[in-house]
């Protein structure tokens, strides 16, 4: 991994953080994509200290706002060119109705538009690397997602928003992505997985008391950040995936069948095209539908 850089998405806490943890120590340049200026750097410099490695950045980067991952990519593009493992870690869920800055419902708009910005704008330094890898932290939850594109902007949502299916179509998003990344491009494989029920504070930022409570109460039994994060480790470092793309894998690494609705190749293209008219202008650049 030496040679190698990676970019991480929400890289300063719980399974991120302990995925670029894990990919400094093995000699990896890690750059962590953050929103929060104060809680990145503070990741970094343990992250530094703890792996030996000083090849480990902070890069400013709001998933909700397209401005920020526009500039996010920009920064990069200077500092780093090339990048051989684009890992879409970060994630959000929310009891309430909440939007981005370009008015999608918050978790449509960070699980997935943010994510499908943010890669369109990285493909060229991903197709730089001889054997690129892009990783979507997706969830078994995407099993009872729908995508509703009536409803992305929540036009059908004031006053009866169901954050755990909004949470659901966005994770399914992440799947479908996953597919037409790998249909789409040769030379850069595309896989998504789920990272078991992780031990973070994930479920206690943007929800209810109630939420809150239930979350709390059941992180005893929950999986540790290390351990939610061995299937990221393992899709951006094992040899063995190497061409390996399109597929869906579960938290001990195992390559399972997909639901009905992720193999839907109409749908896959219904959303990146929903996606591309979504971001505008902003993320052009060789992938336009074919």
Known sequence: MKEKVVLITGGNSGIGK???CELASLGACVILACRNKDKAEKAVAQIKDKSGNERVFFLPCDLSSFASIQQAAEIFHRQFGQ???????????????????????LQFGVNHLGHFLLTHLLLDSLQKAPSARIINVSSVAY?????DFDNLKGEKSKGTFHGLK????????????TRELSRRFSGITANALHPGVVRTGFGSKKTKWSVRLLWLLWQPFMRSPENGASTSIYLATAPRLEGVTGQFF???GCCRRMARGAKNEMLAKQLWRYSEEAIGGVGKGGYSDR
């Open 18 to 20: 302990a995925t670029a």
């Open 143 to 147: 099993m009872r997602g729908k995508i």
């Open 250 to 252: 579960d938290e001990k």
């Open 166 to 177: 909004a949470y659901a179509q966005s994770k399914l998003a992440n799947v479908l992505f």
């Open 83 to 105: 990048l051989d493992i684009l890992i879409n870690n970060a994630g959000i869920f929310t009891t309430d109705l909440q939007f981005t800055e370009e008015g999608y419902e």
